[in-house]
């Protein structure tokens, strides 16, 4: 029973956390550009300054986790919500870690150097730097630990496993420090069983949304009323925007394979592959070894060059393959079979391993399609100055949109904290259309909508967050009650 219950915590603590996190995230996510009167501070957690720096290694750690779950192909909307998660994440971590040092728990330089190597996080395996035709490279990663002019990228990824680290050892205390009595045993079962439930049906705030009464314009009036001072903010800008993504096009691709046929066809004719390869080929870790990859396992590669890899015989040449990092000409050298030991077993199971090397053709934007990128925006330009920017925008096949108020510095929704945006809208007079700027993969045109003075929004203005607000006071006040 003792043990039962033991095995029983770790859920709960861990429901307990997110569910915890999830109003936190919720009711101080606001907090965001908090510090827009310091350009270097992207925001204020529970009274305390989160510079940019930090939070850009946040964001691109949830950034590279979407790069490997979509290959890439991320849209404008979803890259909006991928700032709000970094953020999300941080207020987290920051409290968590805050409260695990309230603790006593700490983290030594050794324990950190110990988790990076034998235990690499998620988002240090899916980094293109440490990866080999799209999988994890574990030895190029123990190369990239051991390099001294990397000092500077370890120094970044350092806080990020140290907080790591005391979520672990916090949850791990609180485990190891649970002691019960027979008589509490079966009430605190019976309350574990709750606290699941709570977790699993109440964590996320939409499930209240068909359940919270319909609130009266006269109760988010009032709810405004009283919480004024929430919605204070300083000068802001209002902006409408096309964006282009910075994309291969079709004829790029095609291009990109009329090369990789005419590789392919020289080494059929008896060229030797492994010059070819360091000649033309596009990917660096491999390139200066004619192309090899060494001996791997089945799910090593990406899909396709996974699947080739391992229907090939030995000596053969594979005509190009395609991947989302572009075109792979193949050479097999062979089979073997590995003893490999089972995680955490005292065994070992039998492991296929392929030889192969490759010539990789990349897919990148050629000169023709980013010219006609800007010839677009151009074109535009002019006719936006014609008639207006909304209606030039749709009859040119572009969807326009309108940002939220934003104030300078700070997070824009939809686009995220480009400070170009930002000075061009804060330096431009209403009507006014900015040069293109290049930010995060899209190259964006923005025009001037309006100012708004400095002062409280009026609840027109913010009657979304309103709402928002007051039903995540209604949610909170209900966990209160159900607890």
Request: overall charge neutral.
């Amino acid at each position: 029973m003792f043990e039962f219950l033991r095995r029983m915590i770790m859920p709960i603590i861990i429901i307990v956390l997110v569910f915890f996190a999830a109003l936190i995230v919720l009711q101080w996510g606001g907090n965001f550009s908090a510090g827009r009167n310091n350009p270097n501070v992207a925001g204020v957690i529970d009274g305390d300054e989160i510079s940019y720096n930090l939070y850009n290694q946040y964001y691109q750690q949830v950034y590279q986790n979407e790069v490997a779950k979509t290959n890439g192909d991320i849209p404008d909307e979803r890259i909006a919500q991928l700032e709000d998660d970094a953020w999300n994440q941080l207020v987290f971590d920051h409290l968590i870690t805050k409260k695990a040092k309230e603790m006593g728990i700490v983290v030594t330089d050794k324990d950190v150097f110990d988790y990076l190597r034998y235990n690499p996080p998620a988002y240090l395996q899916q980094s293109p730097s440490f990866q080999t035709d799209g999988k994890f490279d574990y030895q190029k990663y123990l190369n990239a630990m051991a390099n001294p002019q990397a000092a500077a990228f370890w120094s970044q990824v350092e806080p990020l496993a140290r907080t790591d680290l005391l979520k672990l050892k916090m949850q791990q205390q609180v485990i190891q420090t649970a002691v019960v009595s027979e008589p509490e045993i079966k009430q605190a079962y019976i309350d574990s069983l709750e606290l699941l439930r709570l977790g699993i049906v109440n964590v996320p705030l939409r499930q209240y949304s068909n359940t919270m009464p319909k609130f009266t314009d006269e109760q988010l009036q009032d709810f405004y009323n009283t919480h004024k001072s929430n919605y204070k903010a300083g000068k802001r800008a209002v902006v409408q925007y096309v964006s282009i993504k910075k994309k291969p096009s079709a004829y790029d691709w095609e291009q990109a394979k009329a090369r990789a046929m005419e590789v392919y066809d020289s080494v059929k004719a008896g060229a030797d592959f492994s010059e070819l390869a360091k000649t033309y080929s596009d990917d660096p870790g491999s390139a200066a070894k004619g192309g090899d990859l060494g001996w791997f396992a089945r799910g090593r590669m990406v899909g396709p060059f996974d699947s080739a890899s391992f229907a090939m015989k030995k000596g053969e040449i594979s005509p190009p393959i395609q991947t989302q990092f572009g075109w792979h000409i193949l050479k097999h050298f062979g089979y073997r079979t590995e003893s490999q030991p089972v995680p955490g077993k005292a065994e070992t199971k039998k492991v296929k391993q392929a030889h192969v090397a490759h010539i990789l053709i990349a897919v990148k934007p050629s000169p023709e399609t980013q010219d006609k990128w800007y010839q677009q925006l151009d074109s535009l330009v002019t006719a936006a100055h014609a008639t207006d920017f909304k209606t030039a925008a749709e009859q040119m096949g572009f969807t326009p949109q309108t940002t939220v108020p934003f104030e300078k510095g700070a997070y824009i929704r939809g686009i995220g904290v480009c400070l170009d945006a930002s000075d061009f809208a804060f330096s431009a007079e209403p009507g006014d259309i900015s040069p293109v700027i290049d930010y995060k993969g899209s190259l964006y045109l923005f025009q001037l909508v309006k100012h708004l003075p400095a002062g409280t929004p009026s609840f027109e203005e913010v009657r979304a967050r309103v709402k928002q607000d007051l039903l995540l006071e209604t949610v909170k006040q209900m966990c209160h009650d159900t607890a």
